[in-house]
Nanobody, 119 residues
Framework: QVQLVESGGGLVQAGGSLRLSCAASGRTFSIVAMGWFRQAPGKEREFVANITWVGGRTHSADSVKDRFTISRDVVKNMVFLQMTALKPEDTAVYSC????????????WGQGTQVTISS
């Protein structure tokens, strides 16, 4: 099992920045990729960005590509999401997820952290 704990959410004005962190524990040696997802009220969860544990290859949703940056620290077993130029439509609960080797999808999820952007 892998446990994930997010932090760093909060309330900021439009145009501001936030940095989310996600700490992984447990069977972290099994992680091959980690990602960030978000879910706004009344909407389905959507992919934000992900990063491979080896090599650090990243992929981001078009809606955040030029504003959000995902990174990881493999020594500390942490993944980060640096968010800039935040917009009210970025308001959501942000969750990190981990995918283990041979797993077809992200199977480990954190509890989420609220990000609220005021206009």
């Amino acid at each position: 099992q892998v446990q994930l704990v997010e932090s760093g959410g909060g309330l900021v004005q439009a145009g501001g920045s936030l940095r989310l962190s996600c700490a992984a524990s447990g069977r972290t040696f099994s992680i091959v990729a980690m990602g960030w997802f978000r879910q706004a009220p009344g909407k389905e969860r959507e992919f934000v960005a992900n990063i491979t544990w080896v090599g650090g290859r990243t992929h981001s949703a078009d809606s955040v590509k030029d504003r959000f940056t995902i990174s990881r620290d493999v020594v500390k077993n942490m993944v980060f999401l640096q968010m800039t130029a935040l917009k009210p439509e970025d308001t959501a609960v942000y969750s990190c997820a981990a995918r283990a080797e041979y797993a077809p999808a992200y199977e480990y999820w954190g509890q989420g952290t609220q990000v609220t952007i005021s206009s």
